[in-house]
């Protein structure tokens, strides 16, 4: 069992900054990929970005690659999404997810989940 716990939402400005955490407890981090998906209300759960277990492979959604990085770091258990040059579209509840599986963008494929944090960027 994996528990996950992301923190770092809030409101900010279009063209802001924020910088999501998702800490990590139970089996080893290492061991899962781990990726962040986010869900505006009315829509489906999108993928925004993976990264393999031992941090060499990223993965993004065309929509934030360039403004978004993904990034880990195994030693604290803790994964980031730094999100740069924020814009009204980007507003939605992010959620953290640990998958066994490398660079899958399918929300299906992750096997556990964190409880979301809001991200609301006004223009």
């Known amino acids: 069992q994996v528990q996950l716990v992301e923190s770092g939402g809030g409101l900010v400005q279009a063209g802001g900054s924020l910088r999501l955490s998702c800490a990590a407890s139970?089996?080893?981090?290492?061991?899962?990929?781990m990726g962040w998906f986010r869900q505006a209300p009315g829509q489906e759960r999108e993928f925004v970005a993976a990264?393999?277990?031992?941090?060499?492979?990223?993965y993004y959604v065309d929509s934030v690659r360039g403004r978004f990085t993904i990034s880990r770091d195994n030693a604290k258990n803790t994964v980031y999404l730094q999100m740069n040059s924020l814009r009204p579209e980007d507003t939605a509840v992010y959620y953290c997810?640990?998958?066994?599986?490398?660079?899958?963008?399918?929300?299906?494929?992750?096997?556990?989940w964190g409880q979301g944090t809001q991200v609301t960027v006004s223009s």
């Open positions: 990264i393999s277990g031992n941090t060499i492979r990223t």
């Open positions: 997810a640990a998958s066994r599986r490398e660079g899958t963008r399918y929300a299906t494929l992750y096997d556990y």
């Open positions: 139970g089996r080893p981090f290492s061991n899962y990929a």
